[in-house]
């Protein structure tokens, strides 16, 4: 996917850099001492969105839980600029960002360093040849397996019905409990709902059924 240009995207990046985690694998195994630096506050959970677009939905989160930790992982310059400035208008001190595609969790995070993980309309690769790009793909799932403290949880939302059930399959075939599911997000009294993200809205305004699923390590 193209970026799309901003507008004095250089000097912009420049004023959120305190935002910025630009050497998250020389941290692995020791995130919440360096957390814990950032924020002598924080006395909670770790939580990474990947893929966290403009950042509204961390913010959010921020707002509600102050004594937890949100991280988002962002490789688009443009995009992650925009969540750094939201996050800097709210004065949060509890998010920050990891401008980078994250590929490999286990190179950033160690066994059981995080508490949540939130996979808000990653990218769903509808072609059959991609499958293995997807962000539920047992493979991925098994990192995640790896960096989740025992009883931690995987959030995943999508607008598609195919990458919906490649999830619920994928799950499955990891030996992961899928302890709630619906097709129909909003149509259901279940906490997640609470929160949304920007495609969420996009996607309920069009009349579009959010998928949701919550997995449990």
Known sequence: MRQRKVKNEAIRLAAVEYLQIKN????LGRWRDFLKEKNHDFTGGIFLEIG????HFLA????ANPNHFYLGAEGRSSVVLKAMELIQEKELANVLFIPEF?????????EGELTGI???????????????????NRKYLAGYRHVLAPGGFIE??????EFF????????????T????TRDLHNTDLPARLVTTQYEELFRSLGKPIHYCRIRV
């Open 165 to 176: 059930d490649f999830t619920l399959e994928e799950c499955s075939e990891a030996g992961l």
């Open 24 to 27: 998250g694998q020389e941290i």
């Open 102 to 110: 994250i590929l490999d969790i286990e190179s950033y995070f160690a």
């Open 52 to 55: 966290c677009g403009r950042g």
């Open 118 to 136: 939130y996979l808000n309309f990653s990218d769903p690769w509808p072609k059959k040849r991609h499958t293995k790009r997807r962000l539920t």
């Open 60 to 63: 959010s989160m921020g707002e």
């Open 156 to 161: 995943f939302k999508t607008d598609s019905d």
């Open 178 to 181: 899928v302890e709630e599911s």
